[in-house]
């Protein structure tokens, strides 16, 4: 495990690196598969010094999405750039996709954490209160959502639930230890959504914003990959 979260925060200081060191944004796309697959082998690892292995496979399908989503990502930010700034936003086929893929991804964390505890109507509150509140920002003055309005609401509901339902868990089960990890991390996770919503569609970012974005990210997908061998 230890030489696992060594090469995890190596490859996630070495993504971060790509958003401020000149030149090094072409190597963004490699990087960044690295740095997930290092939230993919922190799962493994976890599942098997701790087996639970049932509990990694039903988890190990969201990982695998949010993988492929992190990649697309990364390829439609590096078209966008060799695009220009006149033709950004104009194709959004890449970034549709990896929207769909961290969706999806969501939906295998849920599934996951249904087996945990099944379906309680109050988990539905906060989506419902996020999505709303997601299509109060996306019609905000400098908010270019390039026709992304419904997906990106959509998205934002089922981001709120995984954090809505790791909530639930956590105060039902009495606050044990893989439900804190998990709520830590779906915590983190919707914490770097939030934040990008602004960073890929508002007209103007701060330079920080993707060191955030990516600290946030990171270690909610660290937490939840450790989460599995609670």
């Not at 970034?95 to 945990?116: C, D, K, N, S």
């Not at 959502?145 to 809505?164: D, E, I, K």
Request: aromatic letters at 16%; a positive charge.
């Amino acid at each position: 495990m230890t030489v696992v979260l060594i090469y995890y925060g190596i490859a996630w200081i070495a993504l971060i690196a790509t958003c401020y060191v000149k030149g090094a944004r072409r190597y963004e796309v490699p990087a960044k598969a690295a740095a997930s697959l290092g939230f993919v082998l922190t799962a493994v690892a976890a599942a098997v010094r701790s087996d639970h292995m049932s509990f990694f496979f039903r988890m190990l399908p969201a990982f695998a999405c949010c993988f492929l989503g992190d990649v697309l990502l990364s390829v439609h930010s590096g078209m966008e750039e060799k695009a220009g700034q006149e033709k950004k936003g104009q194709d959004n086929r890449v970034f549709l996709g990896g929207v769909i893929a961290f969706l999806t991804g969501h939906i295998f964390f849920l599934t996951a954490f249904l087996t945990m505890e099944g379906p309680v109507w109050s988990d539905l509150i906060f989506p419902c209160v996020i999505a709303a509140l997601t299509i109060a920002l996306t019609r905000l003055k400098g908010m270019n959502m390039n026709g992304m309005r419904p997906h990106v609401t959509v998205y934002a509901f089922f981001v709120a639930l995984l954090l809505s339902k790791a909530f639930g868990m956590y105060l039902r089960s009495g606050a044990d230890t893989r439900t804190a990890y998990l709520l830590a991390g779906s915590f983190l996770f919707f914490a770097s959504d939030f934040l990008l919503l602004f960073l890929v569609f508002y007209y103007k970012k701060p330079a920080w914003g993707d060191a955030a974005n990516l600290v946030l990210y990171y270690g909610g997908l660290c937490l939840l990959a450790l989460g599995v061998g609670q």
